[in-house]
């Protein structure tokens, strides 16, 4: 019954920027935690941005003063500006969606993907050197 769909994927050079936008149907409510992952070839997934429903976020060190997740609750829509982007950044990204609600706080930690209760299908980011 809900579905997120990513897009504004693509190819860049190191250095440029792109904005992931994800919109989410098919809730009553706007979910508590949205959020985007990535997973490289050979790589597991690993958790890049949240935000809470009060607007906090926390980011991986990785992408840190780079990347800025952001979102209009209206429209159930979660966005990820990704600046100064390097080779290293090339994934395939996968936003989610998630409630608290019944979970243990390791399972609400933010890079524990035991708070997602859905995922979206994914957009392919490349950065070329």
């Known amino acids: 019954q809900v579905r997120l769909v990513e897009s504004g994927g693509g190819s860049v050079q190191a250095g440029g920027s792109l904005r992931l936008s994800c919109a989410a149907s098919g809730y009553t409510g706007s979910p508590y935690y949205m959020g985007w992952f990535r997973q490289a070839p050979g790589k597991g997934r690993e958790a890049v941005a949240r935000i809470d429903s009060d607007g906090r976020t926390i980011y991986a060190d990785s992408v840190k003063g780079r990347f800025t997740i952001s979102k209009d609750k209206a429209k159930n829509t979660l966005y990820l500006q990704m600046n100064s982007l390097k080779p290293e950044d090339t994934a395939k990204y996968y936003c989610?969606?998630?409630?608290?609600?019944?979970?243990?706080?390791?399972?609400?930690?933010?890079?524990?993907?035991?708070?997602?209760?859905?995922w979206g299908q994914g957009t392919q980011v490349t950065v070329s050197s």
């Open positions: 989610a969606t998630g409630n608290p609600a019944g979970k243990s706080l390791y399972a609400i930690t933010w890079w524990v993907d035991a708070w997602v209760d859905n």
